[in-house]
T-cell receptor, first 111, second 111 residues
Framework: DAKTTQPNSMESNEEEPVHLPCNHS???????IHWYRQLPSQGPEYVIH???SNVNNRMASLAIAEDRKSSTLILHRATLRDAAVYYC????????????FGTGTRLKVLA | DGGITQSPKYLFRKEGQNVTLSCEQN?????MYWYRQDPGQGLRLIYY???????QKGDIAEGYSVSREKKESFPLTVTSAQKNPTAFYLC??????????FGSGTRLTVV
């Protein structure tokens, strides 16, 4: 199963943009890049996903490298409510269901 | 609204006792999963099921058992063989192209 690598923790000031990196050098052509975030004492929630092109939604943007070996989740204006653990995982459209969640990146937002 | 319901939210287990955690989904997802999360750690896969009446062991299945008699339900039993069951348990479901949907979790404590 393809694995991702993320920094253990990051800090950001409130109202500033945050760029959360993810490396996935063993990604295959059919793997989608998914991002989830987990608030304290809650289950993870979906943030965004993409295949090759950059993606935007109301929560965040996803920038995918041209070779697809890395991606960056962008929070345009961090708020205190964005303090969470962010997970980057690879999911094929169909097939294996044994996805790997690493320890993610713990984002701290400073007021 | 479609989603995943986990119950109870908090559960206390005595030494040597089996307990069952409930997970129900109304998303019509084929696959369901159970994860364990210890404080400050990532998610570790216990069991997953891709279809009714079939399930596979994850990375830490020892001391746990599951059943999948209905598409909507995937209960997890924590048996007395699980020596350190105190943790946060998360149930999730997925369907091709849909990504994960997680429940809100059950916090199990041994007393």
């Amino acid at each position: 199963d393809a694995k991702t690598t993320q920094p253990n923790s990051m800090e950001s000031n409130e109202e500033e943009p945050v760029h959360l990196p993810c490396n996935h050098s063993t990604i295959s052509g059919t793997d989608y890049i998914h991002w989830y975030r987990q608030l304290p004492s809650q289950g993870p929630e979906y943030v965004i996903h993409g295949l090759t092109s950059n993606v935007n939604n109301r929560m965040a943007s996803l920038a995918i490298a041209e070779d697809r070996k890395s991606s960056t989740l962008i929070l345009h204006r961090a708020t205190l409510r964005d303090a969470a653990v962010y997970y980057c995982i690879l999911m094929p459209y169909s097939g294996t269901y044994k996805y790997i969640f690493g320890t993610g990146t713990r984002l701290k937002v400073l007021a | 609204d479609g989603g995943i319901t986990q119950s109870p939210k908090y559960l206390f287990r005595k030494e040597g006792q089996n307990v069952t955690l409930s997970c129900e989904q109304n998303l019509n997802h084929d696959a369901m999963y159970w994860y364990r999360q210890d404080p400050g750690q990532g998610l570790r896969l216990i069991y997953y099921s891709q279809i009714v009446n079939d399930f596979q062991k994850g990375d830490i299945a020892e001391g746990y058992s599951v059943s999948r008699e209905k598409k909507e339900s995937f209960p997890l039993t924590v048996t007395s063989a699980q020596k350190n069951p105190t943790a946060f348990y998360l149930c999730a479901s997925s369907s091709p192209g849909s990504g994960y949907t997680f429940g809100s979790g059950t916090r199990l404590t041994v007393v």
